[in-house]
């Protein structure tokens, strides 16, 4: 039943609208305005490519990111971190 609750959203979230590293235990992060990320520690491989730097992407409002993740640093925007 818990996976049923994540898939929901139930088990709560998190809004991110800051600089500031947050840590967490999160499985989807959704950008609720146009965002770009500074760093993402993930189990997604090369997640980092769309980090700032060089190949920074802007994630568009509405843009979901799945995977286990520990660690969001954003540069500007703000996202919704969903818990496992």
Avoid at 39 to 52: E, F, G, Q, Y
Wanted: proline share 0%; net charge negative.
């Amino acid at each position: 039943m818990a996976n049923e609750y994540r898939g929901l959203g139930l088990n709560g979230g998190q809004y991110i609208n800051t600089t500031g590293a947050v840590t967490g235990d999160f499985f989807c992060i959704v950008a609720t305005e146009d965002t770009v990320l500074a760093s993402l520690t993930s189990n997604i491989d090369n997640i980092a490519d769309i980090c700032t730097g060089q190949d920074a992407t802007t994630l568009s409002a509405n843009t979901a990111i799945y995977g286990r993740i520990t660690g969001i640093t954003l540069t500007s925007g703000a996202v919704i971190a969903y818990k496992m």
